[in-house]
């Protein structure tokens, strides 16, 4: 099923700042990601992993069709599609193609409840033996991998 065939889903909410309406139709500025598609083996368990973690970050559920769905903040959106066309049952990170996805964390204490809500949701911590500094000296991160093999990055402020 294409997107354009999809059943759209709820709009999103007003921003809590605000209270205004998010403009849907607001012009995208060039170079900003549309839309990030991930094919998966299994749509339920990436429901479960992916379908949490980004309603946890403020994603909305954005589209929902047989064998796929999308979550959407601002004017981008993400997708996980069980498509009938996969040339094979598993993801390796580690092959050419995607590696993994991050995503800013606006604080540490967030990050910390995420990274230890996550485990409930399908994710294992990686590299737990430098976490959260597996990215380095300076940094503060959490590096998660799903059932399926999908990596995330959950990235939070450096060390001042």
Do not use: K
């Amino acid at each position: 099923m294409s997107q354009a065939d999809a059943e759209p889903g709820p709009d999103p909410d007003p921003d809590p700042d605000t209270g205004q309406e998010p403009d849907r139709d607001a012009r995208p500025v060039t170079g900003t990601l549309h839309h990030v598609e991930l094919w998966v083996p299994d749509l339920e368990r990436a429901v479960v992993s992916f379908g949490w973690l980004l309603e946890a970050l403020g994603h909305t559920l954005h589209q929902s069709w047989n064998g796929g769905r999308s979550w959407r903040l601002g004017a981008t959106y993400l997708v996980v599609e069980e498509s009938p066309a996969l040339t094979a049952a598993t993801h390796d990170r580690c092959r050419p193609g995607l590696n993994h996805l991050a995503f800013h964390i606006e604080d540490r204490p967030t990050l910390d409840a995420l990274t230890a809500e996550a485990r409930q949701h399908g994710w294992t911590l990686l590299f737990p033996d430098r976490h959260p500094h597996a990215g380095g000296p300076g940094t503060y991160a959490a590096y998660l991998e799903n059932t399926d093999g999908f990596e995330v990055e959950l990235v939070g402020p450096p060390d001042a």
